[in-house]
Each structure stands twice: as C-alpha cells, then as structure tokens.
Nanobody, 119 residues
Framework: QVQLVESGGGLVQTGGSLRLSCAAS????????WGWYRQAPGKQRELVAA???????KYANSVKGRFTISGDNAKNTVYLQMNSLEPEDTAVYYC?????????????WGQGTQVTVSS
C-alpha cells in the first residue's frame, strides 16, 4: 500500500506565496519522478511541474519563473514553491509519484490540496 500525503494549500492574496509538500510512504523501492498537477473548476487537469531523477525539471509555461519544484530523496518528499501567485493559479493541486516496486513501475496520486488566490 502507498500513501501520498499533501499539505500546504490555502488561501493567499495575489502576489503571495505558498509551498506545497507531498510525502510518500508505504511499499515501494524507489521514486523515479514526481509531478504536480492542478485542476480548476470546469477545466481539465494539467501538468504544472515535474522532476525526474532528482534533477531534470519541466514547467508549464504559465508558471515558469514563478514556481519551483524540488525533491528530498531522503524524506521521499516533493515540494512546489509557488511565488507571485495569481487568481488564475486557483485550483486543486495534486501530486503524482512514479514509483518502482522492484519489478514494475506504477503511478500514484495524492488526495489533492486546494489553493485559492484572491484578487
């Protein structure tokens, strides 16, 4: 069994910052990559940022220069530092982990955390 526990969401004013965390625990051998996704009401879930092998990162154009993804392998945790937040960033944010159990890879999702940016 695997658990991804997210934290750090909340309500912030335009221009403010939040830091999301997602910690993985349970039965897996390694974490090959992480992703942060978001889903706003009435919209499809979209990739916000991803990190693989602990160093390679990619970002959605809309968050480049404002958001930073990072990982702590020792803690099996990924972070998303979000600065200069805009109302358009309001969404439920989900973390995704690409896990390896020693014989196969599989993907797991967190429960989501609400981020609301007020204008």
């Amino acid at each position: 069994q695997v658990q991804l526990v997210e934290s750090g969401g909340g309500l912030v004013q335009t221009g403010g910052s939040l830091r999301l965390s997602c910690a993985a625990s349970g039965s897996f051998f390694s974490i090959n990559g992480w992703g942060w996704y978001r889903q706003a009401p009435g919209k499809q879930r979209e990739l916000v940022a991803a990190i693989s092998s602990g160093v390679s990162t990619k970002y959605a154009n809309s968050v480049k220069g404002r958001f930073t993804i990072s990982g702590d392998n020792a803690k099996n945790t990924v972070y998303l530092q979000m600065n200069s937040l805009e109302p358009e960033d309001t969404a439920v944010y989900y973390c995704n982990a690409e896990l390896w159990d020693g014989s196969r890879g599989f993907s797991y999702w967190g429960q989501g955390t609400q981020v609301t940016v007020s204008s």
